[in-house]
Protein backbone atom coordinates (compact mmCIF):
# COMPACT_ATOMS: atom_id res chain seq x y z
CA UNK A 1 0.00 0.00 0.00
CA UNK A 2 1.31 3.15 -0.97
CA UNK A 3 0.28 6.86 0.04
CA UNK A 4 2.14 10.39 -0.83
CA UNK A 5 4.05 11.62 2.26
CA UNK A 6 5.69 14.96 1.86
CA UNK A 7 8.00 14.95 -1.55
CA UNK A 8 7.76 11.05 -1.56
CA UNK A 9 5.79 8.04 -0.99
CA UNK A 10 5.31 5.80 2.21
CA UNK A 11 4.99 2.51 0.75
CA UNK A 12 3.50 -0.42 3.46
CA UNK A 13 3.97 -4.24 3.37
CA UNK A 14 2.43 -7.14 4.84
CA UNK A 15 3.55 -10.90 3.51
CA UNK A 16 2.80 -13.79 4.58
CA UNK A 17 4.39 -17.71 3.89
CA UNK A 18 3.73 -21.14 4.33
CA UNK A 19 6.27 -24.01 4.11
CA UNK A 20 6.49 -27.33 4.29
CA UNK A 21 9.45 -28.99 6.30
CA UNK A 22 10.41 -32.82 6.22
CA UNK A 23 12.89 -34.75 8.56
CA UNK A 24 14.28 -38.08 7.40
CA UNK A 25 17.21 -39.25 9.43
CA UNK A 26 16.87 -42.56 7.60
CA UNK A 27 18.94 -41.43 5.00
CA UNK A 28 21.63 -40.34 6.91
CA UNK A 29 24.79 -42.50 6.95
CA UNK A 30 27.04 -42.26 10.34
CA UNK A 31 29.96 -44.03 11.46
CA UNK A 32 27.92 -46.20 13.78
CA UNK A 33 24.57 -47.25 12.92
CA UNK A 34 22.06 -44.57 13.43
CA UNK A 35 19.48 -47.04 14.88
CA UNK A 36 21.59 -47.42 18.13
CA UNK A 37 20.93 -43.65 18.86
CA UNK A 38 17.77 -43.14 20.09
CA UNK A 39 18.04 -39.38 19.81
CA UNK A 40 17.34 -39.82 16.03
CA UNK A 41 13.98 -40.42 14.98
CA UNK A 42 13.11 -43.99 13.00
CA UNK A 43 10.53 -42.61 10.70
CA UNK A 44 10.25 -39.28 8.39
CA UNK A 45 8.13 -36.26 10.02
CA UNK A 46 7.03 -33.49 8.19
CA UNK A 47 4.69 -29.72 8.78
CA UNK A 48 3.83 -26.91 7.69
CA UNK A 49 5.46 -23.76 9.08
CA UNK A 50 3.33 -20.43 8.79
CA UNK A 51 4.27 -16.71 9.18
CA UNK A 52 4.14 -13.30 7.90
CA UNK A 53 6.70 -10.26 7.80
CA UNK A 54 6.04 -6.69 7.35
CA UNK A 55 8.22 -3.63 5.87
CA UNK A 56 7.88 -0.09 5.21
CA UNK A 57 9.80 2.05 2.87
CA UNK A 58 9.77 5.59 2.36
CA UNK A 59 11.98 7.45 -1.05
CA UNK A 60 11.75 10.85 -2.93
CA UNK A 61 13.39 11.30 -6.35
CA UNK A 62 17.05 11.09 -4.49
CA UNK A 63 16.50 9.49 -1.08
CA UNK A 64 15.22 6.16 0.27
CA UNK A 65 14.96 4.51 3.93
CA UNK A 66 13.38 1.67 4.50
CA UNK A 67 12.55 -0.99 7.37
CA UNK A 68 11.49 -5.01 7.23
CA UNK A 69 10.80 -8.05 9.27
CA UNK A 70 10.62 -10.95 6.81
CA UNK A 71 9.26 -13.34 9.95
CA UNK A 72 7.45 -11.97 13.23
CA UNK A 73 6.89 -15.24 14.62
CA UNK A 74 9.36 -16.94 16.12
CA UNK A 75 7.93 -20.23 15.39
CA UNK A 76 9.12 -23.39 17.32
CA UNK A 77 9.95 -26.28 15.28
CA UNK A 78 9.87 -28.88 16.70
CA UNK A 79 9.57 -33.21 15.07
CA UNK A 80 9.94 -35.33 18.35
CA UNK A 81 7.67 -35.47 20.79
CA UNK A 82 10.47 -36.12 22.96
CA UNK A 83 11.64 -32.39 22.55
CA UNK A 84 14.94 -34.04 21.17
CA UNK A 85 14.80 -32.57 18.11
CA UNK A 86 13.83 -28.56 18.04
CA UNK A 87 14.99 -25.82 16.10
CA UNK A 88 13.45 -22.34 16.44
CA UNK A 89 13.03 -19.64 13.68
CA UNK A 90 14.38 -16.19 14.92
CA UNK A 91 13.54 -12.59 14.15
CA UNK A 92 15.79 -10.94 11.31
CA UNK A 93 15.43 -7.24 11.46
CA UNK A 94 16.50 -4.99 8.23
CA UNK A 95 17.18 -1.32 8.14
CA UNK A 96 18.55 0.37 4.72
CA UNK A 97 18.96 3.46 2.97
CA UNK A 98 20.60 5.42 0.38
CA UNK A 99 20.71 8.71 -1.51
CA UNK A 100 21.99 10.09 -4.91
CA UNK A 101 24.32 13.11 -4.31
CA UNK A 102 24.83 15.43 -7.67
CA UNK A 103 28.88 16.33 -7.92
CA UNK A 104 28.78 18.01 -10.98
CA UNK A 105 26.57 17.64 -14.57
CA UNK A 106 27.54 14.38 -15.30
CA UNK A 107 28.83 12.69 -12.07
CA UNK A 108 26.74 11.59 -8.87
CA UNK A 109 27.40 9.81 -6.02
CA UNK A 110 25.18 6.80 -4.72
CA UNK A 111 26.10 5.85 -0.66
CA UNK A 112 24.00 3.19 0.72
CA UNK A 113 23.83 1.01 3.78
CA UNK A 114 22.18 -2.01 4.79
CA UNK A 115 22.27 -3.39 8.43
CA UNK A 116 20.56 -6.43 9.51
CA UNK A 117 20.05 -7.31 13.35
CA UNK A 118 19.41 -11.14 14.88
CA UNK A 119 18.83 -11.80 18.52
CA UNK A 120 22.61 -13.14 20.23
CA UNK A 121 24.63 -12.26 16.84
CA UNK A 122 26.52 -9.96 15.23
CA UNK A 123 25.02 -6.98 13.65
CA UNK A 124 26.00 -7.08 9.81
CA UNK A 125 26.53 -3.95 7.35
CA UNK A 126 26.96 -3.80 4.15
CA UNK A 127 28.37 -0.01 3.39
CA UNK A 128 28.22 0.55 -1.16
CA UNK A 129 29.40 3.86 -2.89
CA UNK A 130 28.97 4.09 -6.51
CA UNK A 131 29.69 6.86 -9.12
CA UNK A 132 27.12 7.41 -11.37
CA UNK A 133 28.53 8.67 -14.94
CA UNK A 134 26.06 10.75 -17.52
CA UNK A 135 23.26 8.37 -15.37
CA UNK A 136 24.45 5.50 -17.81
CA UNK A 137 27.59 3.58 -16.15
CA UNK A 138 27.92 2.60 -12.60
CA UNK A 139 31.30 2.03 -10.91
CA UNK A 140 31.64 1.49 -7.10
CA UNK A 141 32.42 -0.71 -4.37
CA UNK A 142 30.86 -2.65 -1.43
CA UNK A 143 32.36 -3.40 1.88
CA UNK A 144 30.44 -6.05 4.46
CA UNK A 145 31.26 -6.57 7.85
CA UNK A 146 30.11 -8.77 10.91
CA UNK A 147 29.30 -12.49 11.28
CA UNK A 148 33.31 -13.59 12.15
CA UNK A 149 34.35 -10.82 15.17
CA UNK A 150 37.43 -12.86 15.12
CA UNK A 151 38.68 -11.22 12.01
CA UNK A 152 39.10 -7.17 12.22
CA UNK A 153 38.94 -7.38 8.16
CA UNK A 154 35.21 -7.86 7.68
CA UNK A 155 33.81 -10.33 5.76
CA UNK A 156 34.33 -8.90 2.05
CA UNK A 157 34.81 -6.73 -0.58
CA UNK A 158 32.71 -6.49 -3.84
CA UNK A 159 33.84 -4.34 -6.91
CA UNK A 160 30.80 -3.36 -8.98
CA UNK A 161 30.47 -2.15 -12.79
CA UNK A 162 27.20 -1.31 -14.94
CA UNK A 163 25.89 -0.17 -18.27
CA UNK A 164 22.37 1.50 -18.81
CA UNK A 165 22.30 0.09 -22.27
CA UNK A 166 19.02 1.82 -23.27
CA UNK A 167 16.14 3.28 -21.50
CA UNK A 168 14.97 -0.56 -20.70
CA UNK A 169 17.74 -2.94 -20.38
CA UNK A 170 20.73 -2.81 -17.91
CA UNK A 171 24.18 -5.10 -17.69
CA UNK A 172 26.11 -5.34 -14.45
CA UNK A 173 28.51 -7.16 -12.83
CA UNK A 174 30.84 -7.76 -9.32
CA UNK A 175 33.49 -9.36 -7.86
CA UNK A 176 33.45 -10.49 -4.15
CA UNK A 177 37.01 -11.27 -2.81
CA UNK A 178 36.23 -12.91 0.68
CA UNK A 179 38.42 -11.37 3.78
CA UNK A 180 37.04 -13.70 6.47
CA UNK A 181 38.66 -17.36 6.96
CA UNK A 182 36.45 -18.51 4.04
CA UNK A 183 38.96 -16.79 1.87
CA UNK A 184 41.07 -20.04 1.97
CA UNK A 185 38.15 -21.90 0.16
CA UNK A 186 37.61 -19.86 -2.45
CA UNK A 187 38.63 -17.55 -4.82
CA UNK A 188 35.90 -15.00 -4.86
CA UNK A 189 32.51 -15.06 -6.38
CA UNK A 190 31.58 -13.61 -10.12
CA UNK A 191 28.07 -12.42 -10.52
CA UNK A 192 26.18 -11.07 -13.82
CA UNK A 193 22.98 -9.49 -13.90
CA UNK A 194 20.65 -8.18 -17.15
CA UNK A 195 17.49 -6.50 -16.11
CA UNK A 196 14.74 -5.64 -18.48
CA UNK A 197 12.42 -2.53 -17.03
CA UNK A 198 9.20 -2.61 -18.99
CA UNK A 199 7.69 1.23 -18.53
CA UNK A 200 3.91 1.70 -17.90
CA UNK A 201 1.91 4.50 -19.70
CA UNK A 202 3.25 7.95 -17.77
CA UNK A 203 1.07 11.18 -17.76
CA UNK A 204 1.50 13.66 -20.20
CA UNK A 205 4.93 15.64 -19.32
CA UNK A 206 6.06 12.79 -16.93
CA UNK A 207 9.52 11.09 -17.44
CA UNK A 208 9.77 7.43 -15.43
CA UNK A 209 13.51 6.84 -14.18
CA UNK A 210 13.80 3.09 -12.95
CA UNK A 211 17.43 3.67 -12.59
CA UNK A 212 16.57 5.02 -8.80
CA UNK A 213 14.98 4.03 -5.85
Not at 7 to 28: A, I, P, W, Y
Not at 42 to 50: D, I, K, N, T, V
Amino acid sequence: YRIRWGKGMLGLGLQGSVRSLENDFQRTRGIQPIETDPSVPASQESRFLFNFGTGVYYSTEGFYLGASVPRLLANNINFGSDDVVISREVQHFYLMGGFVLPLSAKISLQPQALLKFVNHAPVDVDANLTFIFNDRVYVGGTYRAGGNTENTLGESIDFLLGIQLSRHLFLGTSYDYTLSDLRDFNDGTIEVVLQYCILGKTEEGETQNPRFF
